[in-house]
């Protein structure tokens, strides 16, 4: 990095980037709290079919009987009575972009999305608030047959394929967070691509949240069907408020056979949010299902993303950065299950704690019985900046079937070696430099696997997360 | 997870109780369920520890030993009492009484912990005054003879500074079938620049319940070697906790396990980092046959003031049988910077290139398996630094290994 460069991430300033916000303008807004009235009020006001609301009545009842989580972060301080579970942002969806309100693309373009846009790339979906608000799909693709919609355009014109798979992947009684996210979903990314059919591009959806006390409960769903390849990137960044802010996405994946999906996710939510998400995947055979996972923002990120291998000859692969400062709890990892035979799964992790923040990995791996020829490998690696900082790792390894079955699991936790910044300063860094060019190298394997625009973004934000790391 | 470490035994400690205060709890307690995070995959649903009567004094079984062992000190205990057979000059080697440091590291954490509090007659206490050296290990032999009996120990061990030690302690049943339940609590307190050789073998019957809280605090400079064998029960825990709490204390671990049938067994291991400078070891290595299985799992905690500490743990599962499992669920909480903590886990059948190459050198599958297992060992075995434990370690693993 050269001295310019840091000139310039200095620039950007020590006061969270994104922590703009713009004044409220909405056209509906449910009340605090959650009851079954704001419930039948959210589905009502979507022109929800029967069958949906009553999925998130009986959800509803799930969220409500199961305790909050005794382990991972401390979720006991969330007022889930004083949160907006619906809001909806504009009346109609634009269809392009200059029909989109003012506000709303000052937003976006603080945060570079008409940049991105003139990166060819394949689509935009970026969501305002609850409900995608905008939404632009290529010709080509259209044409192909990939449905790429926000959710709730999805249930409303697809609702055969979304009755079809929504909560078979993640059960609406799976977690307390998902039967959550059942009972109050907006928005979110529905995507199908069509046997075959290989999407070149990224498609990509902004997320942001908005409104002091919202909370966003995003729901997704990705069919890839047989021999078909998506990469679906999603981002995160959110302005700075004062109360904690709630975000408790789900997103469901199918990868059919010979199928390949990978989701890329850069968390930065602002350091007041909790962000508690449930992902999963199921690969059916010979497919290939990726999570690119990075977490950088919020207060605490409880997320494991899991991969089902359900068909023989399946692979999975979970890539996981999680990056903690000052005040946040990165509780990240992943998780692989192997159902089927000759199946094979790795997981890499790469964690960074910093100023008194606790980062980590949480993870599983299963082989069930009968899942004969498991390759399997995890591999966690953390780095410790400073005295107060703290680092956990907690892999679960359960083996059910021996024959073939190879599994793997290191960890280390340790701090920059003292020879690398010594070598990078008589090489003429500063201390500063040097420590942030070990992170980046530290992360680079995973790095390596963003598109461009999001490695550079990345790299950035370390570079910004490092600032006055050295006293 | 998370909190794992404040509900291992250092967690819920309350020592001092007093064994009426310990019965209530015993009382009041529910069994463990697999609901707990540390019982998660050791369902012991199937045991009413109630069932097994705590006997009245009776003769004191000496089944035959698995170690060839020239003593400083040798005692025999079972269900009925405690015999020292002899013990060494300037050592206390003597059945344990009242003591003000009893209960201080394994004190009332569950059900079972407050039962051997509430319950245990029988135990040995060793103090080894400052200084002084033994050449030769004191041994006790602790077995249970009585069937559908209960079998409560307590070991307490006081390494004084600059001392140095070995103490053996072997778990064994009077016969083969007995049916049987063993709950025991091991407090091991090694003084400043002291040394502690501890050896701890169990070879209970398969059809004995095993249930024990062993934990060590180590002070400044001092080091303590462990070597921890489990070949026999039927189904139980093992927790194993080492304190490091003196700057310069180093703890090392040696675990081997065979376990076959429909035995089940479960190390808890935690390693405690509480000073500066601190090294802890632990290398736990078993191999499963038939439906056997072994859960192991292990946590190192560096706490914000234990700059400088290096710790290792590694757990390696060879799988016999298509139906042996195993889980392995390592840990790390790292709360100072200035450290190197790694761990390892790995589970995996007898590899087939191994024994394809063995089998193209003119060993038949059985010998060719048989040598893959002692090669899987051997490490573990390396690591035993008193002959007479390496031996009977490697015998208890030779005589487990399929034959030809």
Known sequence: MSTTETEVVAEIGADYKYGFHDPENYVFKSRRGLSPEIVREISAHKNEPEWMRDTRLKALQYFEARPLPDWGGNVAEIDFDSIYYYIKPTEKQASSWEDLPADIKNTWDRLGIPEAEKNFLAGVGAQYESEVVYHQLKDELESQGVLFLDMDSGLREHEDIVREYFGTVIPPNDNKFAALNTAVWSGGSFIYVPPGVSIEMPLQAYFRINAENMGQFERTLIIVDEDAYVHYVEGCTAPIYS??????????????????????????????????????????????????????????????????????????EV???????????????????????????????????????????????????GATGVKSKVVCDALLLDEESRSDTYPYVRVDENEGVSTEHEATVSKIGEEQIFYLMSRGLSEEEASAMVVSGFVEPIVKELPLEYAVELNRLIQLQMEGSVG | MANASTDTIAGKTRAGLSREEALTQYHTLELPSPSEEHWRFTDISGFDPDAYAVAEAAEVARPDSMLDLDTAGTAFAGEGGIEIVSAPDGVTFEPLQDHELLGSLVGVSDKLSAQNAALWRNGLLVRVPKGVELDKPLYARVSNSASGGALFWRLLVIAEELSRITVIEEYASDSPALAGYTNAAVELFVGAAAK??????????????????HRARVDRDAELDWVAGGFGSRKGKVWIQNDLVGSGATSRVTGAYFADGSQHLDYDTFQRHDARNTTSDFAFKGALRDTARAVWRGMIRVEPDAQRTNAYQENRNLLLSKRAGADSIPGLEIMANDVRCTHGATNSPVDRDELFYCMSRGLTRGEAERLIVRGFFQDILDRIEFPPVRAAVAQALEARIPKA
């Open chain 1, 243 to 316: 109360t904690d802010s709630l975000h408790s996405a789900v997103v469901e994946i199918i990868v059919k056979p010979r199928g390949r999906c990978r989701y890329t996710t850069i968390q930065n939510w602002s350091t007041n949010v909790y962000n508690l998400v449930t992902k999963r995947a199921v690969a059916y055979e010979d497919a290939t299902m990726e999570w690119v996972d990075g977490n950088l923002g919020s207060k605490l990120t409880m997320k494991y993303p899991a991969i089902w291998l359900m068909g023989e000859r399946a692979h999975g």
């Open chain 1, 319 to 369: 890539l996981s950065i999680a990056f903690a400062g000052n005040g946040q709890h990165q509780d990240a990892g992943g998780k692989c299950v192997h159902v089927a035979p000759n199946t094979s799964s790795v997981i890499t992790s790469k964690s960074i704690s910093k100023d008194g923040g606790r980062g980590g990995y949480r993870g599983l791996l299963e082989v069930a019985k």
């Open chain 2, 196 to 213: 502690l050789e501890y050896v701890s073998i169990q070879n209970l019957s398969t059809e004995t319940w095993h249930f024990a809280s």
